[in-house]
């Protein structure tokens, strides 16, 4: 008998990008718990597991086992997106590894990752060098931003859809963004920093005036402590940041 399978909010959120039927790779897949809900709970019986050791695969396997007896999952053994080939998979997550590794693996995957729709990505640090790699990759524009809650972390989900399959709307927010970073003068590296799809798609919307409540905290405690020309250099940036939250607030309709 099977057992009903349970997804922490950052999981939870992860799936609920994937689209019904589509074809969906999971790569470095570790438990298998999001293709296990994403195959009980109906949404799609098409997806790859990848991991470049065995050991992951053979836990997925397991886990298999004891929430759908009987069902022989799709494991393969691989670097990156080397296990996938091009047409394979509509959707393809990787979550749970380093910004900047992500952004290896969709770059030596280039070919594969093209052929996607959507990418769902959950980078555990360095998001802002994930962000930079899909504002200059042309295949791929970041659609929606969220915030999820695991362990008392803030996680970072980024959705990036394939740029010729963009509806209306998110033409229209990649438009917001782009007069924002252009209004605001953004260089590319304080850009990547700034959380403006958070605060015009994400679910956590409270996450800007949090962003805003720490630049704040760096400005006043500047002023009371800092006299260097490194501390005035730190003010003179956290000002910058928080003039642009303000903006981008603004943008979001918050008041």
Known sequence: MSSKIKLSERMQ???????????????GTDHGYIPIYLISSGITDRVILTDINEGP?????????????????DLRIGDGLSAVSPGEADDIIIAGMGGILISKILARGSETASKAGMLILQPRNHSSSLRHFLRNNENFTIVSEEIAVEDRRFCEIITAKRTGLLNSREKETESIVKELEKKLGFSEKIYDELPVMYALTGKYRDYLDYKCRLEQ????????????????????????RLSAFSEIRKAAGHK
């Not at 695969?57 to 999952?73: I, M, R, S, V, W």
């Not at 760096?218 to 260097?228: K, P, Y």
């Open 13 to 27: 959120t992860i799936a609920d990008h994937i689209r019904e039927d589509d074809r969906t790779a999971d790569i």
């Open 57 to 73: 695969l053979a836990k997925a396997a397991a886990n298999f086992e004891h929430y759908l007896p009987g069902f022989k999952p």
């Open 217 to 240: 905290l760096v400005i006043d405690n500047i002023n009371e402590n800092g006299r260097s020309a490194h501390a005035e250099a730190g003010k003179k940036r956290a000002e910058e």
